[in-house]
């Protein structure tokens, strides 16, 4: 082979490609059972859309929450999965995702520099179904020194702008209960300050925040663990083609900074390339909201473009079906200093008191408490055919202070920007505000007078508000109305933001086994072909159970398609 074929010539075991946490979960468990493996990251940072997510897997008893005492029967939330997944329960999928899953979170604990807390207060979604729990089945990742990373910490994805606060990540749970009482409470103070000034000292030290939190925690501890177990990480570098010889696919071709790059892998090549969120052509096909594949504004990097799923059906991948193609979540448009808007998706603040979501006719529609998911299922049934789905999240003064409202955030940050450049608008009555967003006046103003009576009784007797254990967990503990998610809009000024629909992700995505293998028409494994994270169909047939559905099984058929590429049996000890 002459020195220019040999430039442009790579071998390894697996080629993963993406580096969220499919991949790189896939990456360090295949390094760590002595694979030589490559990821190949499309974008010149690594971290996918996880790199700006909650970074939370739900995981069924999981070890934290087995060494905490709650040792549930195994049946459980195998029926939570059968009552909520109906006719798309998988079994297959659904049972090495139950059993592996637990072992994956050990094993990674064991095995790399990631960590995770408990979430065992954290309920399921819906918790009226067979078998949900009020706790126990969720982990995060832990915070992370990013100088562990060395160098590397300089690709990785910074957290998403517009939900951090000057660039800062904030962790949820305690440290975010704290950040929501700085102006109220002194030890919250106390502390906020001691963040804010440490992040302020990174960024002087080192260019960015260094205490990584979440999902930026999670990405940065899986690509320091793949990076420490021998894995190349090769960014910039898109896949363009996947290599197939007498029925295997067996290499790649990426478009590197250098030119193409051929890659030829004995094991095999991982798609992890985070599934559709801005594919538009996929999006016009699959979503009745997006009739140009427009009209649909995803909080996921504009860099998942469907590529995993476009190459993978270009060697006979299928795509799965599913109840929904997408994760939804409601998004408002924030717009930045560089004249793009940012996707902000509002994942919090619905739930807590003093806040409705209405549409143009002034009416509430759901109830707002509940998951980002059921949330914009809610607004598309509302929504007549033929039009726009928009609704507007509304609150007076003292809960955009108290809790801010999207983009905005609580006292003493100040809203000003967000008046001027229009996301929030503001009025002295609410008949004003109305007119502004263009809501009916008169039906807005019955709506929160019916609101503000149930909410001083404590009973949404419309849409069930604050009756599930997530709702009262999402709500206000400290509330001083009887429901922790209800709260009279009594005194202006009012705002309101406007909401259209979005998604954190897409579940619509390649038929696969148990070992992630991709599936043919046949439903024959396409030897050498593997789908992971959202290029994989979401094992939850498009429903949205509980948070961490989309990062818990990343990282567990992440774990079980590197076991089967090195044709190993994962771990069963535990
Ligand atoms: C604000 C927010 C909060 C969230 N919180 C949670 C949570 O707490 N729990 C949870 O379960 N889910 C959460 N999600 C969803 C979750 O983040 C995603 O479902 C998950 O990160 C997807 O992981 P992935 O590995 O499939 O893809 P990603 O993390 O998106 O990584 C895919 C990578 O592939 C790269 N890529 C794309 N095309 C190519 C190509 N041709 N060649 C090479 N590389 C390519 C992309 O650039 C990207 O870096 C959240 C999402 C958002 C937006």
Not at 156 to 170: E, F, H, R, T
Not at 198 to 209: E, I, S, T
Not at 324 to 349: C, K, Q, T, Y
Request: hydrophobic share 40%.
């Amino acid at each position: 082979m002459n020195k220019q074929a040999q430039a442009n010539t790579l071998h390894c075991d697996l080629l993963v490609v993406g580096s969220g946490a499919g991949g790189l979960a896939t990456a360090v468990t295949a390094a760590r059972l002595g694979l030589k493996v490559v990821v190949a990251e499309k974008e010149a940072e690594f971290g996918g859309t996880t790199a700006w997510s909650g970074g939370w897997l739900w995981v069924p008893r999981n070890p934290l929450a087995i060494a905490a005492g709650i040792d549930e029967d195994p049946a459980l939330p195998r029926q939570y999965l059968r009552s909520e997944l109906g006719e798309d329960f998988n079994p297959a999928l659904a049972d090495a995702y139950l059993s592996h899953a637990p072992r994956m979170v050990d094993f990674f604990q064991r095995h790399s520099l990631l960590r995770f807390i408990d979430g065992n207060q954290i309920p399921d979604f819906h918790g009226h179904s067979a078998g949900a729990a009020t706790g126990g089945r969720s982990v995060c990742a832990a915070p992370f020194d990013g100088r562990q990373l060395g160098a590397h910490i300089h690709q990785l994805k910074k957290p998403l702008d517009v939900i951090s606060l000057w660039g800062m990540g904030i962790a949820s749970g305690v440290e975010l209960r704290h950040f929501l009482n700085a102006s109220r409470s002194l030890t919250s103070f106390a502390y906020v300050t001691r963040r804010v000034l440490g992040y302020w000292r990174d960024c002087l030290l080192h260019g960015r925040g260094m205490r990584l939190v979440n999902g930026n925690a999670l990405a940065a501890a899986l690509a320091a663990s793949a990076l420490q177990a021998g894995v190349e990480l090769r960014l910039s570098s898109p896949l363009r083609q996947l290599l197939r010889e007498q029925g295997k696919v067996n290499g790649a071709v990426l478009d590197t900074p250098d030119g193409p790059l051929t890659v030829h892998c004995s094991r095999g090549v991982v798609l992890a390339c985070g599934g559709f969120p801005h594919d538009v052509a996929r999006k016009r096909q699959l979503l009745d909201h997006a009739p140009t594949g427009q009209e649909h504004w995803s909080a996921a990097p504009a860099s998942n473009t469907g590529d995993g799923l476009r190459l993978g059906e270009a060697v006979g991948g299928v795509m799965g079906k599913v109840a929904s193609p997408m994760a939804l979540a409601p998004v408002s448009l924030a717009p930045r200093a560089d004249g793009s808007n940012a996707h902000f998706p509002h994942l919090i603040e619905r739930a807590k008191p003093g806040l409705i979501a209405v549409t143009a006719n002034g009416q509430r529609f759901c109830n707002e408490a509940d998951s980002y998911h059921d949330f914009v299922s809610a607004l598309l049934r509302a929504t007549p055919a033929g039009q726009q789905p928009q609704a507007w999240l509304v609150a007076d003064h003292r809960f955009v202070r108290r809790y801010g409202l999207g983009a905005v955030k609580p006292a003493p940050v100040p809203l000003g920007r967000w008046l001027r450049n229009g996301y929030l608008q503001r009025a002295h009555t609410l008949q004003e505000l109305a007119r502004r967003c263009g809501i009916d006046p008169a039906a807005l103003a019955q709506q929160v007078a019916r609101f503000n009576q149930q909410a001083e009784a404590g009973q949404d007797s419309d849409f069930a508000k604050g009756d599930t254990p997530y709702n009262r967990v999402q709500g206000d503990k400290d509330n001083a109305w009887p429901n922790p998610c209800m709260a009279p809009l009594q005194h202006g000024p009012f705002y309101a933001v406007k909401i259209v629909p979005g998604s954190l992700g897409s579940f619509a995505g390649l038929a696969t086994n148990a070992s992630a293998q991709v599936l043919d028409a046949q439903q024959q494994p396409i030897t050498g072909l593997y789908a992971v994270g959202n290029d994989m169909h979401s094992m939850m047939g498009g429903h949205y159970p509980s948070g961490g559905i989309t990062l818990g099984p990343a990282m567990t058929f992440g774990y079980l398609a590197a076991h089967h590429a090195a044709g190993r049996q994962p771990d069963t000890t535990l």
